[in-house]
């Protein structure tokens, strides 16, 4: 078959995304009546057996299988075949499926990976299929911006179900004693995380991911400060990364290692950071609302709070775009009509509500987003709000970019832990990753025609 390159395609230097691309070979179909590459499958009868992937097995299981259980009850002439696969597996078992056969007919696809999968042209657009039943006017119009976004084209190729929104931890008691504000403005943030510092009782403000995964979150601080509201110019050519006042605001935010940081944070990555939280006497943590559940553990609910991105004194508040988990329909299934039941059902007001409870995330359906359960679990509640209201300017960060996990990652976690450790400037650092960026930004454009 001939390879079909959509808008939104690989960018030439992208290993392992390019290798993907070009193995897809002739149609082979599996055991489940799924198919590899851009096979147009079938609505098929809208009865039968079709095959899910949860993209999160590890933590999602068994609020899948309760959901899994209600379809069925209401659609008993179709049976979902549920395959869990670990975070960690989900875009190799993508790839390998795309080589050889064998994609499902729903699958978990977050923004991270969407760019991939859109390239290779095996994902149905779901836009029109949603607009015409009971989910039109139902989605978080962020969650559904940030989707389109992350795969590169103005189509929709994921229905959204969830974000892990960022959150800004803080200990209260500690707050309280020191007779500090809630860390609400970045004014306010910066005052405590020196006024709780003591080092010589192993007391800090602050923790700071300098290991795995530091660089979201530093870009999340320097948007954050800055105001700056885009990751691109006006003409989508040159990132605004290297913006001056980004510079300033990630001076600052690094400045803090050491003087109101563990030295350990150098190397800690979420894990690590969480722990040491959960655990010391430090007063403010950013993560995001999946450790709401094991701070409560630790802690207790007295003892601390969540609040979304500080804003500036003028009460702005800008963060940059964070994962936005979906389900995908495949091109290559047999039955789309039964696979597109399945995915509505998963995202409808009760379904979406329970999975979202149990992953402590906040609900793509907006109906979902004002239940109960919500509006007890604080962190979510403000951060649902936040979004909810259009009082938070998203910066969509560039994941259509078959190179930027590795920019974001192996190219500058090293050079962001120097910038930590005084040996590069906050300038070189931010224009080192601004060039890369541009460079890939002009690849892809070349490419998108």
């Known amino acids: 078959m001939n390879i079909r390159m959509r808008k939104g395609a690989l960018r030439t230097g992208s290993a392992v995304a390019l290798t993907t691309a070009l193995a897809l070979t002739a149609t082979a179909c599996g055991d489940d009546g799924s198919s590899a590459g851009g096979d147009k499958g079938d609505e098929g009868s809208g009865k039968g057996t079709i095959t899910f992937w949860d993209n999160n097995t590890a933590v999602r299981r068994d609020v899948w299988m309760e959901i899994i259980k209600d379809f069925e009850k209401k659609y008993p002439d179709i049976k979902v075949k549920y395959v869990g696969i670990p975070a960690e597996n989900v875009q190799s078992k993508y790839d390998t499926a795309i080589q050889g056969g064998g994609l499902p007919d729903v699958g978990g696809v977050g923004t991270a990976m969407l760019a991939t999968l859109t390239a290779q042209n095996v994902l149905e657009p779901v836009e029109d299929r949603i607009a015409s039943g009971p989910l039109n006017g139902k989605l978080n119009s962020k969650f559904v911006e940030s989707v389109k976004a992350a795969g590169g084209t103005h189509d929709l190729f994921t229905v959204p179900t969830s974000a892990n929104n960022g959150v800004l931890y803080y200990r209260t008691d500690l707050f309280k004693k020191a007779g500090l504000d809630a860390p609400t403005t970045w004014s306010k943030f910066f005052d405590a995380a020196t006024r709780l510092t003591d080092s ?27 105001g700056i509201t885009s990751f691109w110019d006006a003409n989508s050519e040159k990132t605004t990364v290297n913006d001056p006042k980004n510079v300033a605001a990630l001076e600052k935010y690094a400045g803090l ?13 979420f894990t690590k950071m969480v722990s040491q939280w959960d655990s010391g006497t430090i007063g403010m943590l950013n993560h995001n609302l999946g450790s709401y559940a094991g701070h409560v553990k630790a802690l207790g609910e007295e003892k601390f709070k969540g609040l979304p991105n500080p804003t500036s004194d003028a009460g702005i508040r800008v963060q940059v775009s964070n994962p936005v988990d979906g389900l995908g329909l495949f091109k290559a299934s047999k039955n789309k009509t039964a696979a597109w ?89 931010l224009d080192t990753m601004a060039d890369q960026l541009n460079k890939a930004q002009a690849e892809w454009k070349q490419q998108a025609g």
């Open 257 to 269: 290692y050491k003087k109101a940081t563990p030295s350990a944070d150098v190397n800690n990555d």
């Open 341 to 429: 039941k399945f995915m509505e059902f998963a995202a409808s007001h009760a379904e979406n509500s329970k999975w979202n409870e149990s992953a402590g995330q906040i609900p793509a359906n907006t109906e979902a987003a004002k239940d109960v359960w919500v509006q007890k679990a604080e962190p979510t509640k403000l951060a649902a709000e936040a979004l909810e209201s259009g009082s938070t300017k998203i910066v969509q960060l560039p994941y259509y970019l078959p190179d930027w996990n590795t920019i974001s990652k192996t190219d500058n976690e090293a050079n962001f832990q120097k910038v930590l450790l005084g040996k590069e400037s906050a300038k070189k650092f």
């Open 200 to 226: 010589s009782k192993n007391r800090f403000g602050y923790t700071i991911r300098g290991g795995e995964g530091s660089i979201a979150q530093a870009l999340d601080a320097m948007y954050g400060q800055s």
